[in-house]
């Protein structure tokens, strides 16, 4: 199947400092990427859909200038958590859907950002 | 809109025992439906999906999820648990024209030697 290559694993960072976090489709091409949340023990929240070349579409509640979102490329896109805080430490997972037709998303591995 | 229950947030089974895990769905279109796998601090893996094809559908590791439209039903089983099958699992579902993805709360499975 596809490979979805998040980076980094784990990131720990002090509060008021910005993480990014990468995700790659390293072997097709994905016009749109999704970027969850995931607190310990919970599931999955859709934070953001991000399409290439154009402005990223955020669910409701979460902050867009919190959460940047850029997808430069067909095979690219970041989360920038700016000016991080404690309670933004949480588990970063991004998918990738394989095309228009094909319905299956194919996830990274995760990032766990711990705020210090 | 789509959602998802997941029923049992915890289920512990037997080495060799079957393994049921139960999804209800709503959906306001014809839905796909998905088993995802996660092992901890891991992405997600896909087990098996429905889309709109036959109602049984076959995944990986043995599993296997039937859809019943009448029952709003996509639950998973797996005849014989083995200590690898460990792990949580979240029942997902999306439209057919929407990517987004409505994960389930999550079933935690647990195997007993």
């Known amino acids: 199947g596809a490979v979805v290559s998040q980076h980094p694993s784990w990131v720990i960072c002090k509060s008021g400092t910005s993480v990014k976090i990468e995700c790659r489709s390293l072997d097709f091409q994905a016009t749109t990427m999704f970027w969850y949340r995931q607190f310990p023990k919970q599931s999955l929240m859709l934070m953001a859909t991000?399409?290439?070349?154009?402005?990223?579409?955020?669910e409701q509640g979460v902050e867009k200038d919190k959460f940047l979102i850029n997808h430069a490329s067909l095979t690219l896109s970041t989360l920038t958590v700016t000016s991080a805080h404690p309670e933004d430490s949480s588990f970063y997972i991004c998918?990738?859907?394989?095309?228009?037709?094909?319905?299956?998303?194919?996830f990274g591995q995760g990032t766990r950002l711990t705020v210090v | 809109a789509q959602s998802v229950t997941q029923l049992g947030s915890h289920v512990s089974v037997s080495e060799g025992a079957l393994v049921l895990l139960r999804c209800n769905y709503s959906s306001s279109v014809p839905p796909y439906l998905f088993w995802y796998v996660q092992y901890p601090n891991q992405g997600l893996q896909l087990l098996l999906k429905y889309t709109s094809a036959a109602t049984l559908v076959k995944g990986i590791n043995g599993f296997e999820a039937e859809f019943k439209k009448s029952e709003t039903s996509f639950h998973l089983t797996k005849p014989s648990a083995h200590m690898s099958d460990a792990a949580e699992y979240f029942c997902?579902?999306?439209?057919?024209?929407?990517?987004?993805?409505?994960f389930g709360a999550g079933t935690t499975v647990t195997v007993r030697a």
């Open positions: 991000s399409n290439e070349g154009s402005k990223a579409t955020y």
């Open positions: 997902a579902v999306s439209g057919t024209g929407d990517y987004k993805l409505s």
């Open positions: 998918s990738a859907r394989l095309g228009t037709l094909n319905t299956e998303a194919f």
